[in-house]
């Protein structure tokens, strides 16, 4: 019977072709087609188009017989007996039937597809596909009769949908219907309650199923109501959030621990893919894009603690990826965290507003919830992170006045709405380097460009988030070793304070990496050769650095052989640290030696950077008693200068030495009571480092030191004004 029917619809000849298919009945077609189905040879397909052919006249018995063999292959469908190149050769076959079918008709199918979406035991599959068909002819239906009703076919699709909005969908077909909705013709109202319905599933779907849900709902916000779409989707994960959150707090056995955890895991994974649909989607669609910024703008100004709760936080900073809208939400991120420490500091001020004002969850915890979260696969977050955290520091004030900053207010006890902010930018930073191997030379690089670069601003919080990475992770610093070899470039041409900073910093560096020591090394001594007052200064600073950590363990040579003449001394502490350092590692003479003949140099050079000497001397020693004696030794030389050796003649110093008199301009050329105070500082260091060594060593050098100091005081003592020339 099949190989006739296939054969009768293929060669045309319908009249013979209908006759055979009158005489059948629907239990004979039902039977065909089921032998057909087990076939697998193709023939279902074939038979059913040749049904149908058969039974195009108008006549009552034909249109039941349709009607039959339709509800038949939609069992079909709905059973995934056949392979899905049969099911798709089946809907080709019934979507052409469609434009057949009487008005009738096509209500009737219409509305079995409505019960079976009510029924859980239904499995709707490919015949779903049908649907958006139907509510298509029938809307082109000038007149049809609908529950005993006349109206028009677009009045009675409207109907079908609003009943069909109205019904209570079983959580199985919903991703199948939201599929299924992009391919019907909707109006505007009549899309908005689609969405609305699907909206109001998402509370009742599993974890698995949100994400494929949200991408349905994405893919028909393109034919409107994105607001509807983006804020709905974004506030029910904001509400999960809080929920997870509280039942966290609630929690109390630790099977019920074990269970929450799966649960805020599987949580978190599902916001992560959620985040990249939402993303993906706005790149496609940029209004998508303007309507989720507006939406965060709602939330700045009703609900700032919403707007950087985890899941809000890590959308944004997903969205700002797109290059199009990071500018503005990082705005919006960086207004919502100073509004809530500006509303902390007015709650502290003012009673009313503590009354007026409503308690907020503390802003860093929230921040620190979304970067915990971006361990969960949250990639997308991570770059955003990164931005924000010095998007933030960048706020740190005060800003500069008439190119300088003033440090007392840039270090003041009470913090600034900004400068809270900028703590938070250093603890995102901080921690998304802690977390993400991808972003440390980022990270690195970023924070060494804003020290070097931003002469006209703080940069102590920075440095201080350069210290505290360093010293939390120096072996991972230690691999973006080049990033700090070219900030050692720029020492010269850094203000002091940044530079001792910065030097300070990286410090623990130097005791595991040799390289990063000389290569430090070699920028001091060009800095010491620098026109640059300000270069020369950062020098002397850098090499008492050294000084003070690297500490010598045994003892210096002979100080008088030290300091018998400049120029011989340094030539004579050229020495290969590497050889030295490897034979004795924990001795660091030779390195010492030469960075204390370097410094010698700083008595040709101006005040200042003779100044920053001598400010300096008396912490190196007390912290390397060792060089104590060559230390005490360099400045014997230098005071030799000033001091009278003739016990008779008053005054006992040359003051005349220490100005320099140009034209009718003074300038001072030797800093002599800043000289005078380390050498007093220095004698009494050295009193105390031999009494606690209990050891008698006479140091000519140090004897002869403190007989000029004695001199000197008792002298001044017998002075007079004349001899001042005052």
């Known amino acids: 019977m099949e190989k006739t029917l296939i054969s009768l619809a293929g060669s ?54 349709t009607e ?36 009738s008709m096509v209500i009737k199918l219409t509305k079995t597809f ?34 005993e009703d006349e109206m028009s076919g677009l009045e009675c699709k409207n109907t079908l949908i609003k009943t069909l909005c109205s019904s209570r969908w079983h959580r199985s077909h919903v991703i199948h219907l939201a599929n299924m909705f992009r391919d019907v013709q909707l109006s505007q109202e009549e899309l908005r309650s689609v969405l609305n319905k699907i909206l109001g599933m998402l509370g009742q779907l599993d974890m698995q199923e949100l994400p494929p849900i949200v991408y349905q709902l994405l893919l028909l916000s393109s034919k409107g109501h994105r607001k509807l779409v983006i804020e709905r989707i974004c506030t029910f994960f904001i509400d999960q959030d809080i929920e997870c959150a509280r039942r966290e707090e609630q929690q109390g056995s630790s099977d019920l621990m074990e269970v929450e955890e799966d649960s ?32 965060l703008k ?33 705005e919006i991120l960086k207004s919502s965290i100073l509004k809530s420490y500006k509303d902390d500091e007015k709650k502290t001020q003012n009673n009313w507003a503590r009354e007026m004002i409503p308690d907020m969850e503390d802003v860093s915890i929230l921040v620190e919830h979304s970067i915990e979260n971006s ?80 002469t006209s601003s703080p940069v102590s919080h920075f440095i201080e988030l350069l210290s505290t990475i360093v010293k939390s992770f120096p072996q991972i610093v230690l691999e973006c070793q080049l990033k700090v070899r070219e ?33 430090l090394l070699l920028v001091l001594r060009k800095a010491m050769f620098s026109r640059q007052v300000e270069a020369r200064i950062v020098a002397v600073h850098g090499f008492l650095l050294v000084l003070r950590n690297f500490k010598v363990m045994g003892g210096l040579p002979s100080s008088q052989s030290f300091c018998s ?28 030696l030469e960075i204390l003949g370097n410094l010698r140099r700083c008595f040709t050079h101006q005040a200042d950077v003779r100044l920053a000497l001598y400010e300096g001397f008396y912490d190196v020693i007390s912290r390397n008693s060792k060089i104590c004696h060559s230390v005490i030794d360099i400045l014997l030389f230098q005071m030799k200068k000033y001091f009278e050796m003739n016990e008779d003649v008053m005054p006992p110093l040359r003051l005349g030495q220490c100005v320099i008199t140009q034209g009718d301009k003074t300038y001072l050329a030797e800093p002599l009571g800043h000289l005078v105070s380390c050498i007093h500082q220095c004698l009494v260091m050295a009193d105390k480092i031999e009494d606690e060594q209990s050891e008698d060593i006479f140091i000519t050098g140090q004897a002869d030191l403190k007989a000029m100091m004695t001199s000197i005081a008792q002298r001044m003592i017998k002075g007079e004004l004349e001899d001042f020339e005052l």
Not at 91 to 100: H, K, R
Not at 272 to 285: E, P, R, S
Not at 574 to 589: F, K, L, R
């Open 487 to 519: 900030a050692f470039d720029y020492l010269g041409y850094l203000p002091s304070s940044s530079a001792d900073g910065l030097l300070k910093a990286l410090q623990p560096l130097f005791k595991i990496s040799i390289s990063l020591k000389d290569s």
């Open 264 to 295: 805020s895991e599987a949580l978190h994974h599902t916001e992560g893919t959620v985040m990249l649909h939402i993303t993906f989607a706005i790149k496609q669609d940029q209004d998508l894009g303007r309507e989720y910024v507006k939406f």
């Open 298 to 330: 709602v939330l700045q100004q009703c609900s700032p603690m919403q707007l950087l709760a985890p899941f809000s936080l890590a959308m944004a900073l997903s969205t700002a990826r797109i290059h199009r809208f990071q500018e503005q939400v990082y």
């Open 68 to 103: 039959f063999v339709y509800n038949s292959c939609i069992q079909i469908l709905q059973s995934n007996e056949l392979r899905s190149k049969a099911n798709s050769e089946i809907i080709g076959i019934l979507l052409q039937e469609i434009d057949y079918l009487p008005s």
């Open 12 to 65: 045309g000849e319908s009249v013979e072709l209908s006759a055979i298919v009158n005489d059948m009945t629907n239990e004979e077609i039902e039977s065909v087609i089921t032998k057909c189905m087990r076939l697998e040879d193709g023939s279902t397909t074939e038979v059913i188009r040749a049904i149908f052919k058969g039974s195009r006249d108008k006549t009552e018995k034909s249109q039941m017989r």
């Open 565 to 592: 003449s400049q120029e011989s001394t340094s030539s004579q502490l050229i020495v290969d640290i590497h050889v030295h350092t490897s034979q004795n590692p924990n001795s660091n003479e030779a390195l010492c």
């Open 375 to 454: 361990k969960a696969g949250w990639d997308q977050v991570t770059q955003g992170l990164v931005e924000l955290g010095f998007n933030l520091m960048d706020s740190f004030g005060p800003r500069s006045v008439f190119g300088r900053v003033t440090e007392a207010v840039a270090q003041s006890a009470v913090l600034s709405p900004n400068q809270k902010a900028a703590n938070l930018g250093s603890l995102i930073l901080l921690n998304t380097f802690k977390a993400h191997k991808v972003v440390r030379p980022e990270i690195l690089e970023q924070i060494l460009n804003r020290v070097v670069t931003k």
């Open 114 to 147: 409505l019960n079976d979406i009510k029924s859980a035991d239904s499995d709707l599959g490919k015949s779903l596909d049908l649907f958006p068909k139907l509510l298509s002819t029938l809307s082109e239906q000038e007149a049809v009769s609908y529950n």
